[in-house]
């Protein structure tokens, strides 16, 4: 793929990723703690699933984490910063949805709106660098 794809599609992927965190802060207003905590971890994912892309690399799986310590060394330097962000984010992946991830709670009695809101800015953060990394 050319560079010039390469950029588009990265792009795309951000701007999904920015969209998905559009729509946590709307849950966060929904009061949809454990909805708004799982779509900053997919904006996030989606984010740097675009560093991935724009390298003309294949990114895997949903863990945040993963997809920063795997990334080339210049990449991963860019975002090492961002690693305890991602860990954070990457506990949200499985018991914001699922019922039987919590004991005896589902995840709308478990997820609180501080919880939500720090989901955010941890997603924003994380953004921001992909969109740093995305401009250079």
Request: glycine share 2%; charged share 25%.
């Amino acid at each position: 793929m050319s560079d010039e794809k390469l950029q588009r599609e990265a792009e795309r992927w951000y701007r999904q990723g920015q969209d998905d965190w559009e729509a946590a802060q709307a849950l966060v207003a929904a009061s949809k703690f454990a909805q708004a905590c799982f779509y900053a971890q997919q904006a996030a994912e989606k984010g740097l699933k675009a560093v991935w892309i724009r390298l003309d690399s294949d990114p895997w799986g949903h863990s945040c984490t993963r997809l920063i310590r795997d990334l080339p060394v210049p990449a991963q330097e860019h975002f090492s910063a961002s690693t305890e962000l991602a860990l954070a984010l990457d506990k949200l992946y499985i018991p914001t949805r699922y019922p039987d991830a919590l004991a005896e709670l589902t995840p709308a009695e478990a997820f609180t709106q501080a919880e939500a809101q720090a989901a955010l800015r941890a997603a924003q953060q994380i953004l921001g660098r992909v969109a740093q990394w995305l401009q250079r």
